[in-house]
């Protein structure tokens, strides 16, 4: 168990991220910023592995900054909220995990309130259970350029 906190927290931008969570991620940050999703390049575009750092460079080209912060869950607040969270969630078939994505929409008394990448319901836990999945890498969503946004709408 104590490797894999410490092999969580080593997580870096080269780190690849499971197609359909990367997409889901695209779609997740044009509804926050109200950009539309037709404005992001085909996926076919895009140079694969789809990682953390490709997801921080095609959000970029839209005007959209994201910073990789490291954060336990126990410190996580509203001000940093909404906000993707990376999980390791442990792959039963090997000895490895699967990096997944989480949006991170509420938290308040020791509870996490986060949605899980492809699913459409909210979970409520305890930041100690939470803990047990998160990668304690958190995506902020920094900003919206209105000057792209203008342009873009032109």
């Keep these: ?11 870096d931008e080269s780190e690849a991220l499971q197609e359909d969570d990367f997409l889901w991620s695209l779609k997740i940050l044009c509804g926050l910023k109200k950009i539309d999703p037709q404005l992001f390049p085909a996926v076919a575009d895009l140079s694969k592995p789809y990682t953390i750092d490709l997801l921080i460079r095609t959000a970029k080209l839209f005007g959209l900054r994201i910073l990789k912060v490291h954060k336990p869950s126990c410190r996580i607040s509203g001000k940093t909220l909404p906000c993707l969270a990376l999980s390791c969630i442990n792959d039963s078939m090997s000895e490895g995990y699967e990096l997944r994505l989480d949006l991170i929409v509420g938290s308040s008394a020791g509870k996490i309130t986060y949605i899980p990448a492809l699913e459409n319901q909210m979970i409520t836990v305890r930041c ?3 803990a047990k999945r998160y990668s304690e890498n958190l995506l902020l969503i920094v900003d919206w350029d209105d000057a792209i946004s203008t342009k873009m709408k032109k």
């Design 1 to 11: 168990m104590a490797f894999l906190r410490l092999q969580k927290r080593m997580l």
């Design 128 to 130: 100690d259970e939470y």
